[in-house]
């Protein structure tokens, strides 16, 4: 399976600023996707990276709230824009290395005051 | 639009004893069945998963069976033992998705000593 690293780990930002959370991967990767995930809940998609072309967001996610770039096969940002204490969550990418199996980074934990 | 449903949202055994957790899918196409673990404060990590085209798949103390004229599929431990205490989700995937997994609501194992 690859090896996905996320950046930051965990941060705790003002309401009304924007965090980009960083997801690279050690091998050249089919899908890439985002996920939020609150305590004690199950995994929400956010959207699907998309190399080269614009992110596919999920029914109550939209761009201007959560910016997502995708420059390549091993990376990709995950803005989260005008952020409110609704945000708090973890924030998690995740990747497909040509078959339907994800496997998950480690992981984002953000804390909005 | 396609739905995961997963029983019990939590489930407490003696350890030794065998847990069980199951899953329903609605979307007759569904043809990946993945099963994550996911410890307190870690990603998830899948342990086993399942193709439309088999019924049964084991892997030492964790198997999954797959029943898909009931469009049924369960999570088997046996064993217990008190590393397995953790959060398990199942999914599925369907044939037109595009790698998604939808997701179900997941399930607390607890592992009693």
């Known amino acids: 399976s690859a090896v996905i690293s996320q950046k930051p780990s965990r941060d705790i930002c003002q309401r009304g600023t924007s965090l980009t959370i960083q997801c690279q991967v050690d091998?050249?990767?089919?899908?890439m996707f985002w996920y939020r995930q609150q305590p004690g809940q199950s995994l929400t998609l956010i959207a699907t990276?998309?190399?080269?072309?614009?992110?596919?967001?999920e029914s109550g996610f939209v761009i201007d709230k959560f910016p997502i770039s995708r420059p390549n096969l091993t990376f990709s940002t995950l803005t989260v824009s005008n952020m409110s204490p609704e945000d708090s969550s973890i924030y998690l990418c995740?990747?497909?290395?040509?078959?339907?199996?994800?496997?998950f980074g480690p992981g984002t934990r953000l804390l909005v005051l | 639009g396609e739905n995961v449903e997963q029983h019990p949202s939590t489930l407490s055994v003696q350890e030794g004893d065998s847990a069980v957790i199951k899953c329903t899918y609605s979307?007759?196409?569904?043809?990946?069945f993945p099963w994550y673990k996911q410890e307190l404060g870690k990603r998830p990590q899948l342990i086993i998963d399942?193709?439309?085209n088999v019924g049964e798949k084991k892997d030492q103390r964790i198997a999954v069976t797959l029943n898909k004229t009931a469009k049924h599929f369960s999570l088997h431990i046996t064993e217990t033992q008190p590393e397995d205490s953790a959060v398990y989700f199942c999914?599925?995937?369907?044939?037109?998705?595009?790698?998604?997994?939808?997701w179900g609501a997941g399930t607390k194992l607890i592992i009693k000593p």
């Open positions: 979307d007759s196409a569904s043809n990946y």
């Open positions: 091998s050249q990767v089919t899908m």
């Open positions: 990276a998309n190399q080269g072309s614009e992110a596919t967001y």
């Open positions: 999914a599925a995937h369907g044939r037109d998705s595009n790698y998604q997994l939808i």
């Open positions: 399942i193709r439309s």
């Open positions: 995740s990747v497909a290395t040509g078959e339907e199996t994800q496997y």
